[in-house]
């Protein structure tokens, strides 16, 4: 065993190698990004920015538009893209209909929702999942908010990230028009749930490979410290059948093929 493997160890961390054939969620990202030649992330419950943050950890450049509800979280939003000219934010949640609607803002904002917390997830995180206040926001759907949130963008290729904590369906059923410029997603999706009346992982993937898409990523976001078993999962998706979609990228394609000269004989 390794001398540094073992010191990570005695602080609680599992130091692993990375294969570029399993890579970790951000290196994942990285290359699909740069593969669809995404111009453009779509971050649905944005919470304070983190994501955003790791999309520019991992080299992303192009544009970032956020969507955060919860007022006290927003401005904590705003205040941190402020410094990024091309991290846009929008002061709302996102859904299948446009209008207002009540929000649990739990103690842990991460975990904030439109659906109550499960008698699952109030026993596995008693700290965090307590609902402190209700908030009414607004609701507006991807199709209606699009054309302002890629603006300036000539032909945009879209990456669309949800993390609304049980509502990712409701803002994917109000994309409908938006899809044909979604070119890959992710979503969290949960094998066991933490919200009331939330879809499970195969009602989700169901409706989203009938949409086209397939899976190119898995990455476990928490499971059960007893028993081991998988609570949630980052799922990442790309569609395919579209030109971008389906084209080689660039350390595939083929060198052009020189054609030969017309030899000319002599008279």
């Known amino acids: 065993m390794k001398v540094h493997k073992e010191l990570a160890r005695l602080f609680g961390w599992e130091l692993l190698h990375i294969r570029k054939d399993q890579p970790t969620l951000g290196a994942h990202l990285k290359r699909l990004l740069a ?10 419950g944005a919470n304070d ?3 955003a943050a790791m999309l520019r950890k991992i080299g992303y450049r192009g544009r970032i538009v956020s969507f955060e509800p919860v007022a006290k979280t927003y401005a904590a939003l705003a205040e941190r893209a402020a410094k990024d000219k091309d991290w846009h934010v929008f002061h709302c949640a996102l859904a299948a209909k446009a209008g207002r609607q009540k929000i649990r803002v739990t103690r842990s904002t991460v975990f904030a929702s439109f659906l109550d917390p499960s008698e699952y997830s109030k026993t596995k995180y008693p700290k965090d999942m307590p609902v402190e206040r209700i908030e009414e926001v607004r609701v507006r759907t991807l199709d209606e908010v699009l054309q302002e949130a890629i603006q300036g963008l000539k032909s945009p290729k879209l990456f669309l990230k949800m993390d609304t904590q049980g509502y990712d369906l409701q803002v994917f059923a109000g994309a409908k028009k938006s899809l044909p410029k979604i070119l ?3 979503t969290e999706i949960s ?3 933490i919200y009331k009346g939330m879809p499970n992982y195969l009602q989700s993937l169901d409706k989203y490979t009938k949409a086209g898409f397939v899976i190119s990523g898995l990455y476990p976001v928490s499971r059960d410290k007893d028993t081991l078993a998988l609570i949630e999962l980052d799922c990442v998706m790309r569609k395919l059948g579209s030109s971008t979609a ?3 990228p660039p350390s595939m394609k083929k060198a052009p093929v020189k054609k030969s000269p017309k030899k000319t004989t002599r008279k």
């Open 35 to 44: 593969l669809l030649e995404i111009d453009c992330v779509l971050d649905v």
């Open 49 to 51: 920015g983190q994501y």
């Open 184 to 186: 890959a997603l992710q």
């Open 191 to 193: 094998i066991q749930a």
């Open 246 to 248: 389906t084209s080689r």
